[in-house]
C-alpha cells in the first residue's frame, strides 16, 4: 500500500496496513502525517482482489512511533456504500484465507 499526504499534498510514501475495516485502518510506514491531516490510501491485493484508493483523515498517531517506523491510524471519509462493501468482503476474505475469524463461540446443542 502506499499512503500520500493531501493538504499540502505529498508524493506517495510506503507502508503496511496492520489493520483494515471499512471506516478505516491502522499503518505502519516509515513516517506519519499529523494527527488531522487528510490523507490517500491505495490498497492493492491480488489475492483477494483489491485495488481502491480511499481518503480519510489521520485520527491518531502512536506516542512510541519512532524515526524510521511510526504507527497510525486513518478514518475513512466518504465513502459509498459500495466501497464499503467492498472493504468488508475484502477484510472476511483475508480472515478466511489466514484461517482467522471462523472460531465457534457457541457449545454444540
Given at each position: 500500500m502506499t499512503w500520500a499526504r493531501l493538504d499540502p499534498p505529498g508524493d506517495p510514501l510506503p507502508g503496511s496496513v496492520i489493520s483494515l475495516s471499512s471506516g478505516g485502518a491502522r499503518i505502519e510506514a516509515p513516517t506519519s502525517p499529523a494527527v488531522g491531516q487528510l490523507v490517500s490510501i491505495e490498497l492493492q491485493s491480488a489475492e483477494p482482489p483489491l485495488d481502491l484508493v480511499a481518503f480519510g483523515r489521520v485520527i491518531w498517531v502512536r506516542s512510541d512511533s519512532r524515526p524510521?517506523?511510526?504507527?497510525?491510524?486513518?478514518a475513512f471519509e466518504g465513502l459509498?456504500?459500495?466501497?464499503?462493501a467492498v472493504l468488508a468482503r475484502f477484510v472476511f476474505c483475508e480472515a478466511a484465507r489466514r484461517g482467522k475469524g471462523s472460531r465457534r463461540i457457541v457449545g454444540a446443542a
Amino acid at each position: 500500500m502506499t499512503w500520500a499526504r493531501l493538504d499540502p499534498p505529498g508524493d506517495p510514501l510506503p507502508g503496511s496496513v496492520i489493520s483494515l475495516s471499512s471506516g478505516g485502518a491502522r499503518i505502519e510506514a516509515p513516517t506519519s502525517p499529523a494527527v488531522g491531516q487528510l490523507v490517500s490510501i491505495e490498497l492493492q491485493s491480488a489475492e483477494p482482489p483489491l485495488d481502491l484508493v480511499a481518503f480519510g483523515r489521520v485520527i491518531w498517531v502512536r506516542s512510541d512511533s519512532r524515526p524510521g517506523r511510526s504507527i497510525w491510524a486513518v478514518a475513512f471519509e466518504g465513502l459509498d456504500l459500495e466501497v464499503q462493501a467492498v472493504l468488508a468482503r475484502f477484510v472476511f476474505c483475508e480472515a478466511a484465507r489466514r484461517g482467522k475469524g471462523s472460531r465457534r463461540i457457541v457449545g454444540a446443542a
